[in-house]
């Protein structure tokens, strides 16, 4: 029974890791410019930066919502309506999001363009963006990844961690495979076709949560 909990951990973390880092925001765009410009190792350790800045996020969303357990238990189905809802409206932002080849130099900048550089400028391109919470929240209620602090022991929430940081880590390495692969296919309307696609699996998603949550009701 315990292995079988670690392997759906491992399955859904993977598949949060990959839901997250799949928008193209400005870490995304900032990874497949460099793929392009100063190869697939650049582009790589950009996502490995932003993947960290992910991870800040998941481990504030698992202690938070631990914290809060009581809580959620006693307001569940409001609190999915909540969560479901400002998913929905993500979804709605990143439809409609019109993503651009240029990132801003002014974070870029601070830093020497080592590889050291393109881990922090990823890091802090992801960490502003605050929207990455209830998506948490959503997508771990959806995994059933809150758990009591301490229940279960804190191996199953380090395997939690290291299953995203793998899902997000197998997201960059394919993207920018596929940038540095096929150059043509990176532009403007390839990328807002890609962040809509996303964005529709995203609605989709909140939807279902909304339907199960009524419906339990």
Request: charge should be positive; hydrophobic fraction near 55%; include cysteine.
């Amino acid at each position: 029974m315990l292995i079988t909990e670690y392997i759906l951990q491992l399955v859904g973390g993977i598949i949060i890791g990959l839901c997250i880092s799949a928008p193209m925001g400005p870490a995304g765009i900032l990874c497949l410019r460099r793929a392009l410009e100063q190869g697939r190792r650049a582009g790589v350790i950009t996502g490995v930066g932003a993947m960290l800045g992910d991870l800040v996020y998941a481990v504030f969303t698992y202690f938070f919502t631990g914290i809060m357990l009581d809580y959620v238990d006693h307001n569940k189905m409001a609190l999915r309506i909540v969560a479901s809802l400002l998913f929905l409206a993500f979804a709605i932002y990143l439809y409609f999001s019109k993503p651009r080849l240029e990132v801003s130099q002014r974070v870029v900048g601070q830093i020497n363009q080592r590889n050291f550089s393109h881990l922090g400028s990823g890091f802090l391109l992801t960490i502003p963006n605050l929207l990455i919470v209830p998506v948490y929240v959503v997508l771990f209620s959806q995994f059933n990844f809150v758990y009591p602090l301490g229940e279960p022991p804190y191996g199953m929430f380090l395997l939690g961690l290291i299953s995203i940081a793998l899902g997000a880590l197998s997201w960059w390495l394919f993207i920018t495979y596929i940038a540095t692969r096929l150059r043509d296919f990176v532009s403007l309307r390839n990328l807002r076709l890609f962040n809509r696609i996303f964005a529709l699996v995203f609605a989709v998603i909140a939807i279902i949560s909304l339907f199960y949550t009524f419906v339990a009701l």
